[in-house]
């Protein structure tokens, strides 16, 4: 059975999905949206909400923000994001 991911969290990662849909084109915001996320993995791993964090970690590893550069896989992490944040809505 998956833990109800904590309210507080779900406000994170709200703001996490909205930050992807701007950190596209902006570095800083690809920062931001880096920082956002891997505060919400620590959360969640200590809230117990394992198979969730689980989740949060397959898409940190696929995001690696580069200075100067455009994300290479800012569309799979998008997609992955797009899909994980309609289902912790449900949660």
Known sequence: MTK???????????????????????????????????????????????KIADKVMTILINCNPKEGAHCDKSILVGEKMKKFCQAAVMM
């Open 4 to 50: 109800d991911i904590p309210n507080n969290i779900k406000k994170e990662l709200e703001t996490a999905c909205s930050l992807h849909q701007r950190a596209v084109s902006d570095y800083s915001q690809c920062m931001e949206f880096n920082k956002v996320m891997s505060n919400v993995l620590v959360q969640l791993e200590d809230s117990e909400c394992f």
